[in-house]
């Protein structure tokens, strides 16, 4: 393609149990959840999308503390970020501010109209964080 085409932007809401992956479409104007992933496919998948240069970006939700401090969690996202770096090297990784974006996601799907149980199932509410960070991001970014 040329030299204007556009590229996705991935977000990550990296948690110790699962993975929440969303992604831009190319022109960037939405968030789309693409699921919960193990840190095998997510790099899997990563690494095609590096290959086949449809990705500019992954922003990593990074949790801060509410006064802005780091917290037990940081150091793990830090790592995580780390082995990023060293799985797909010049991929650009940025940390974004993810402090609310848990409770974001489940306000949405609470507000779809889904089911508590629903809600709850597991997975569904680290996708949707994932999409809470990347449309704020792309809001922020426009």
């Known amino acids: 393609m040329g030299p204007d085409r556009k590229k996705r932007i991935v977000a990550i809401d990296y948690g110790t149990k699962r993975i929440g992956v969303a992604e831009s479409d190319p022109l960037r104007l939405f968030a789309q959840p693409v699921g919960t992933l193990d840190l095998e496919t997510l790099f899997s998948r990563l690494a095609a ?4 240069d449809e990705i500019e970006k992954i922003l990593v939700g990074y949790p801060l503390n509410s006064d802005g401090s780091e917290n037990r969690m940081t150091g793990v996202i830090d790592r995580f970020i780390e082995e990023i770096s060293i799985a ?3 991929l650009a990784v940025e940390r974004v501010d993810e402090h609310r974006s848990s409770r974001d996601a489940m306000q949405i799907l609470a507000a779809s109209g889904l089911s508590r149980k ?4 597991k997975g569904r509410l680290d996708s949707a964080a994932a999409c809470v960070i990347l449309r704020e991001y ?3 970014h426009r």
């Open 49 to 52: 999308m590096a290959g086949n």
């Open 88 to 90: 797909i090297p010049g």
């Open 118 to 121: 629903e809600r709850n199932r």
């Open 138 to 140: 792309l809001e922020t």
